[in-house]
């Protein structure tokens, strides 16, 4: 069964709940995201990505509003299904000592594996896979402590792959990275969601990049909510000159060319 | 593959090693007695027929076994601690665990007013004490679970740990003051460790609640795997890593308690042989590492038994043997991460 859109966000209201009280992150949000394309979630810091991320991931419960992902409400999913549903990146990077790169992505294949999280001959196949994709297959035997931290965020990417799932969500992936990886990191995710047609929504700061390098853009703040559209029509409609009216950054409408005035 | 046969023969060192520390414990004790009279009565096969047959069958033996289950649980115990907190220098001693049952035995041995002597302990006795060091590393561990949840430093957790064991130890102080002389001297004689207070009467109970443990432990290996990556990345893959977590501080409860009870507070062996396992098998892999870390801690065991022996005439306590073992190891691995 097919979905026109991969991620249904209806009515969702992020923040926490506890006993003092709800406290609203961002909300009411609604957008509708195909498959086969990359998605960058543009915002001020505080807008409440990281939130809404980890709401979509099931990792934070919404306070209220639903995530629909492949034609299914996430919160019918279990764990374990979900995760075959829904990877994920952080720009957090897992310090593990003596863990080689294969083994890392070998992670991925986790919520498929018996008791005991035996590979077989498949999903080893599916792990080389995943490094082929990525281009990674020279870092098979390294331990990840000795990568570059461009070539750990493509481990990173490599396992949210052998997951096999239809959606990656990336935090911030190339926050702590040098210009050239970001850059890099960004014509990967592109790559992928093209190739082999994942719905893949990244949360960047880095807004001359994302506006080059991906399909569509997400806008969120505290002010507009949320603003979902093809790259070209948030450039043309001036949408990015609402979200960041800070003085000093002109957006052009017509090339979306960032500059500091 | 290579690296796989590399394994297999380290797993056999490991287990050759074992073999070798048994046959150790068994001819060497406190008691000389010659090579080829070990070899009659083991070949001879009767119990207490001469008082060597009976020190070999009655002592060498059970506290062989006991050096090979503590050494294995404790280590074991180690390991697990260090991946829920993810933290290289958490053991069952540093947490306090350790503590919280040493506590839970003062009570019983000084509470008791010393009718329990350490020699003497009757059937009853050691259950009131395993009772109590159960009691007191599982409060332990529930405090400790508490403070997991405001404190997302692993540092600070690991400072609280420390706290917590020194206001048991306050309180033992305390204990100590207002017990009897007898009871004073049979708890100090516990706190020093040993491997020789499990006889055939308490073996049974003491070897199904250590083994119970240790088969947990292997049971975890997947979810060890993946907590690894930390909570959100184990969410990710469908792993709550908070209930992980508390799976398996009630197992390192369970374990440390009965080491605990049987054998005093054992110190070092926990936090150092899961990075002696580490540094041998070079690996995270914990399908490698847990089966790794307990025949290590066993081999450990043993050594340690066999070191408190060598000076014939005596026994020397067990805690003033493992610091050897395990300072050097903690040293490295504090050096190693201070290079990062």
């Given at each position: 069964m097919t979905h026109q859109n991969r991620i249904e966000i209806i009515d969702l209201i992020t923040g926490y709940k506890s006993r003092s009280g709800t406290k609203v992150i961002s909300g009411p949000l609604c957008a509708s995201v195909p498959s086969g394309c990359l998605t960058s979630l543009l915002g001020p810091n505080g807008a409440g990505k990281s939130t809404l991320l980890r709401t979509i991931t099931g990792f934070q419960r919404p306070i209220s509003g639903k995530v629909i992902i492949e034609g299914v409400d996430i919160s019918k999913y279990n764990a374990n299904s979900l995760a075959k549903h829904i990877a994920v990146v952080l720009t957090e990077k897992p310090e593990i000592d003596d863990l080689r790169t294969e083994e890392m992505i070998a992670m991925g294949r986790a919520p498929y594996t018996g008791f005991w999280g035996n590979l077989s001959e498949a999903d080893h196949q599916i792990v080389a896979k995943a490094m082929n994709i990525t281009g990674i297959g020279n870092l098979a035997g390294r331990f990840i402590s000795d990568l570059s931290d461009g070539e750990r965020q493509k481990v990173m990417i490599a396992k949210a792959l052998a997951q096999q799932t239809d959606v990656i969500l990336l935090d911030e992936p190339t926050a702590f990275l040098d210009f050239p990886s970001k850059v890099d990191i960004m014509r990967l995710l592109s790559n992928i969601a093209l190739q082999e047609g994942k719905t893949i929504i990244v949360s960047t700061h880095d807004l001359d990049i994302a506006l080059h390098l991906s399909h569509n853009i997400m806008l969120l703040d505290s002010e507009h909510g949320l603003t979902f559209d093809s790259r070209e029509s948030i450039i043309s409609k001036g949408d990015l000159r609402r979200y960041f009216p800070q003085s000093g950054i002109d957006i052009d409408t017509r090339s979306g060319r960032v500059s500091v005035i | 593959m290579s690296s796989q046969s590399a394994t297999i023969l380290k797993f056999s060192i490991l287990v050759i090693s074992i073999l070798l520390m048994m046959i150790g414990n068994i001819y060497f004790g406190s008691v000389r007695i010659a090579a080829s009279e070990v070899s009659e009565i083991l070949a001879s096969?009767?119990?207490?027929?001469s008082p060597y047959s009976y020190i070999i069958f009655n002592s060498r033996i059970p506290q062989m076994l006991t050096a090979i289950l503590t050494g294995a649980g404790l280590s074991v115990s180690g390991l697990m601690l260090q991946v829920a907190f993810r933290n290289p220098l958490a053991g069952p001693s540093i947490l306090g665990v350790t503590s919280g049952a040493s506590l839970g035995v003062a009570l019983v041995i000084l509470g008791l007013g010393g009718s329990l002597g350490a020699a003497g302990m009757q059937w009853g006795g050691y259950t009131a004490v395993i009772a109590g060091a159960l009691i007191g590393s599982l409060s332990v561990m529930a405090v400790l679970l508490m403070f997991s949840t405001w404190l997302r430093n692993a540092l600070l957790l690991l400072i609280t740990g420390i706290m917590v064991g020194y206001l048991t130890s306050s309180i033992i102080t305390l204990l100590n003051f207002t017990a009897t002389t007898e009871g004073v001297h049979n708890y100090t004689m516990w706190g020093m460790g040993n491997f020789n207070g499990v006889s055939w009467n308490d073996m049974p109970l003491f070897s199904t609640l250590t083994i119970l443990g240790l088969v947990f432990a292997i049971l975890m290996v997947k979810p060890l795997n993946i907590i690894q990556l930390g909570p959100r990345y184990a969410a990710g893959l469908g792993i709550d890593m908070k209930r992980v977590r508390n799976k398996l501080l009630i197992a390192t409860g369970i374990l440390t308690a009965v080491a605990t009870a049987y054998c005093g507070p054992v110190s070092f062996i926990g936090l150092s042989v899961p990075h002696i396992a580490r540094m041998i098998m070079r690996t995270a892999n914990q399908r490698i590492l847990v089966p790794a870390s307990m025949l290590g801690g066993a081999s450990v065991g043993l050594l340690c038994n066999l070191l408190c022996v060598i000076p014939q005439s005596t026994t020397l306590p067990l805690n003033g043997v493992t610091p050897l073992v395990g300072v050097p190891v903690i040293i490295y691995v504090i050096l190693k991460g201070r290079r990062k």
């Open positions: - | 096969g009767s119990v207490a027929d």
